[in-house]
């Protein structure tokens, strides 16, 4: 009899979800790259798509790799992103160093804003990851045509985790929220809406996503 776990549970676009994957929203686990990846997609093509034309959330392992290789290697990645169209960019920082693979032990925000000419930096676990966040913003700026001497990059008062194992959760909430304030107008301070107990409630909530988004994709 073959592992559960190895069970697919969704097959969207370009995201691919097994039980093993989705058992990591239970309590206490920690996100890995193909969760993060499933709901940037997801809200880039159906929850925003909307703001198609403006907005771009960068798959974590594309995130990875332009952190890590070299910069005359990019261009491959990120022309078909067509990202100095884009007025906002949002990319998952990890700590880890190999191109090959995302792991590492924490994840962050990174978002481009257009008009400001300016990275922000959302770390739920303040400054943990700053270096590999401005890493990633130098090894971009050049792709999202960024003035280099006039390029900002900012450390946010952004919401913080009590615990070991909740950064993903934070990035993808902190994603969604500051999605709707960019995009919709959404008005309600992010330190308000995204709380450690909210990131409890967004575990279940990103659950029921998968659930519904595989239902709705298989025509059943």
Same mark, same amino acid.
């Given at each position: ?51 198609? +034309? ?17 910069? +005359? ?112 107008g959404y008005s309600i301070p992010l330190n308000d ?28």
């Amino acid at each position: 009899m073959e592992n559960e776990s190895n069970d697919v549970v969704l097959n969207f676009h370009d995201s691919l979800l097994y039980k093993a994957d989705v058992s990591l929203l239970d309590d206490q686990k920690w996100l890995n790259d193909k969760l993060l990846g499933f709901c940037f997609e997801y809200f880039e093509r159906e929850k925003f798509n909307h703001s198609a +034309d403006k907005l771009s959330l960068i798959n974590p392992d594309v995130a990875q790799c332009i952190k890590l290789l070299p910069s +005359d290697q990019l261009g491959e990645f990120l022309e078909p992103l067509n990202l100095p169209s884009k007025q906002y960019v949002f990319l998952p920082v990890n700590d880890n160093s190999q191109c090959e693979q995302t792991g590492g032990s924490h994840w962050s925000l990174l978002v481009y804003i257009r008009s400001r000419q300016e990275f922000r930096h959302y770390d739920s676990s303040k400054h943990t990851n700053q270096e590999e966040a401005k890493r990633l913003a130098y090894k971009l700026q050049p792709y999202v045509l960024a003035p280099m001497g006039r390029m900002k990059f900012l450390e946010m008062d952004g919401p913080q985790q009590n615990n070991s194992y909740d950064c993903g959760v934070f990035v993808i909430a902190t994603a969604e929220h500051l999605c709707k304030e960019l995009c919709e107008g959404y008005s309600i301070p992010l330190n308000d809406i995204v709380t450690p107990k909210t990131v409890t409630e967004t575990r279940r909530k990103i659950k029921d996503l998968i659930y519904q988004t595989a239902k709705e994709y298989s025509g059943s």
